[in-house]
């Protein structure tokens, strides 16, 4: 029997894609990778063994993930148009990995994902799969199926046995993990319509919020988060607990309509309250610890770095090229910065660094002022010179 691993996450579309590949005379082994989307593992694997699966795999990749994936993110600054910090995106180039990896385990030749053939993440998972293992062969069985619509596969999944939880089931089309929640589909496809409350689960309605603000320390080395008021925090549990306090205040929301690679525009709802903390705070102690012309050429960097994760190039050698000018750029932008938050807000207060390049005695307007007027006047002179004559 020819063997698939598919990347299995227990909803409807993977359960119907298991029992389908099973029926076109697969092997399928369930492949579930948790990056910290919660649920319940075992009631996914008992549904995936029900649909026909020959076996699960359940790997915890969470520390992974942060390690290799959500902190050079970070460390890039990278937000894609403005406003989304690309949680989904940012996953699938390691299932696609854990995917490659059990694949060359379990001796399959193919492998498979439930995406549509309308969004980005079957383009994320399929041009990652190729870079690192290009003889494997991807199906993806949501683009080829018949069922034309939602009620058609919960038909087909009553008829044969697979046990879905319908009526559990949010109008929403939803994607989590640590970094944060992508919601679409139902009725924020009308993008006029505002999103109902219901639709955000990560974080509270700011009206709701507490009115005493909350402010936390968050200590960076390299660029990477290591300390939360002054206390070492391991990563996975410093970005839950940032998800948790930002949550609480109603931080991190955004909604937006975005260009989808495939050319159309949708409208999603993110919801990253760790992910804004962190990457204003990070921003903040670099604007503190880099000069200038690194700090403004960078910030281009950061923008084709968003681009390459929202567009699954993960694997390149550009991407690798980009790694190693930010991790150079990181060297420094060590210290803590001071974040107030308030509800439907998280500000960066103050920021502090041994290598600060703020210089008090330069900017100050008081008696203990060292920088020399004088000088200004032949600098100008000569900035403006081009433009006199
Ligand atoms: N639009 C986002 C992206 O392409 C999220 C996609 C998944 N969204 C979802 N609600 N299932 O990265």
């Known amino acids: 029997m020819k063997k698939i691993v598919l990347a299995y996450s227990g909803g409807l579309d993977t359960s119907v894609a298991v029992k389908w590949l099973k029926d076109k005379g697969f092997s399928v082994i369930a492949y579930m990778a948790d990056v910290g989307q919660g649920g319940d593992v ?51 180039p390691i299932i696609a990995k854990g995917l490659v990896e059990t694949a060359r385990r379990k001796n399959a030749e193919f492998v498979s994902h439930g ?177 200038r012309e690194l700090s403004h050429f960078k910030s281009f960097v950061s923008l084709k770095y968003a681009e390459l994760i929202y567009y699954g190039l993960w694997y390149t050698p550009l991407k690798s090229a980009l790694d190693k000018f930010i991790e150079h750029t990181q060297k420094k932008v060590t210290g803590v910065v001071r974040v107030k938050l308030e509800p439907g807000s998280a500000t960066v207060v103050g920021r502090k660094s041994p290598y600060s390049l703020y210089k008090e005695k330069l900017a100050t307007y008081t008696e203990d002022d060292e920088f020399d007027q004088r000088l200004a006047k032949g600098f100008i002179e000569l900035w403006g010179l081009p433009y006199k004559k």
């Open 115 to 291: 995406c549509t053939g309308k969004g980005n993440d079957q383009v994320r998972f399929e041009v990652s799969i190729g870079a690192l293992d290009s003889k494997l062969k991807v199906i993806a069985p949501v683009r080829e199926w018949e069922f034309s619509s939602r009620e058609a596969q919960i038909k087909y999944a009553k008829a044969k046995k697979i046990p879905i939880d319908v009526t559990k089931k949010s109008p929403y089309s939803i994607d989590k993990n640590l970094w944060g929640m992508s919601i679409e589909c139902g009725v924020l496809e009308d993008p006029w319509k505002e999103p109902p409350k219901d639709v955000y689960q990560m974080t509270k309605d700011p009206f709701k919020a507490s009115r005493k603000p909350t402010y936390i320390n968050i200590g960076f080395k390299k660029g990477i988060p290591v300390t939360l008021n002054s206390k070492r925090v391991r990563p996975q549990a410093l970005i839950e607990k940032l998800n948790k306090l930002g949550g609480a205040y109603g931080v991190g929301r955004s909604d937006m309509v975005e260009n989808r690679l495939v050319g159309i525009k949708s409208r999603e709802i993110y919801e990253a309250p760790a992910a804004s903390v962190l990457i204003k705070a990070h921003e903040a102690l670099e604007a503190l610890t880099l000069d």
């Open 42 to 92: 075992s009631v996914a694997k008992k549904r995936a063994i029900k649909a026909g699966a020959s076996s699960v795999i359940v790997e915890d990749l969470k520390d992974e993930f942060i390690k290799d994936f959500v902190f050079p993110a970070l460390k890039a600054n990278a937000v894609y148009e403005g406003r989304y910090y690309l949680a989904t995106a940012l996953s699938r």
